[in-house]
């Protein structure tokens, strides 16, 4: 079936090869495991049009470079409902009353012990590169279900999480990212700078994290 698909329509990618020429390729002996076949590309076009993904607009950091893909892909809230969201208006009825009951801070007590459930594993000791540390954090929040790598550009590392498991109720809660950017700053030991959220309806979650250490400044004490 996947043969008969890519029958009806150009292949991918496009070999520039006329049908003489296909005919007088020899043959070649491989295994299973080293064949490359198309499906990947008739997945993603299926998640388009189902409406799961949709092309994301360029991200201004220059060409993609020998290699990679064309163009980049976005989950739509369909596609992120895919991923395990089903329990989002539950949580989200669930802080509510924690609000209620408990006011704002019970909430943000909440938000920051789920964060360093999700980072806890990373300590400053671990993380004295900057890079290392991104990279670190990175895997701790895969494991948390947030599909996070991490990338040096410029003059530091940002800390990307393609998938937010609790994006909708991060919409409501904000105090979810600020203790997520919290348990980050702790883990790394240095002032970090979110630049986007999926719960605001960017692509990804980014974090920039300097190279050089930097220290968020305290508050002056009041003089009395």
């Known amino acids: 079936m996947i043969f008969k698909r890519v029958g009806d329509r ?3 990618p496009d070999h520039g090869y006329t049908q003489k020429q296909w005919s007088e390729i020899p043959p070649v002996q491989v295994r299973l495991d080293q ?3 198309t499906k990947s590309t008739l997945d993603l076009d299926n998640l388009l049009e189902a409406g799961d993904v949709t092309v994301a607009p360029p991200s ?3 060409g993609r470079g020998r290699g990679r893909p064309a163009k980049e892909f976005l ?3 369909s596609g992120r409902r895919r991923l395990g ?3 989002d208006a539950l949580a989200v009825d669930a802080l509510r ?3 209620e009951f408990g006011g704002d801070e019970a909430v943000r007590t909440f938000a920051r012990r789920r964060a360093e459930q999700a980072i806890g594993s990373v300590s400053p000791t671990e993380s004295a590169d900057p890079v290392d540390g991104a990279h670190r954090i990175a895997a701790s929040l ?5 599909s996070a790598d991490a990338r040096e550009v410029g003059n530091g590392v940002q800390i990307c999480q393609h998938h937010c498991p609790v994006s909708e109720v991060a919409a409501e809660f904000p105090e979810l990212c600020e203790a997520e950017i919290s348990a980050i700053e702790q883990a790394l030991g240095t002032h970090v700078q979110r630049l986007a959220t999926i719960a605001n309806g960017d692509r990804a979650c980014t974090t920039h994290v300097p190279l050089e250490r930097v220290v968020r400044e305290q508050p002056a004490k009041e003089l009395r």
């Open 10 to 12: 150009r292949p991918y």
């Open 35 to 37: 064949l490359t076949t």
């Open 60 to 62: 201004g950091l220059g």
């Open 75 to 77: 989950l739509t809230p």
């Open 85 to 87: 969201q089903g329990y």
């Open 97 to 99: 009353a924690l609000r």
């Open 142 to 146: 895969s494991d948390a279900g947030f």
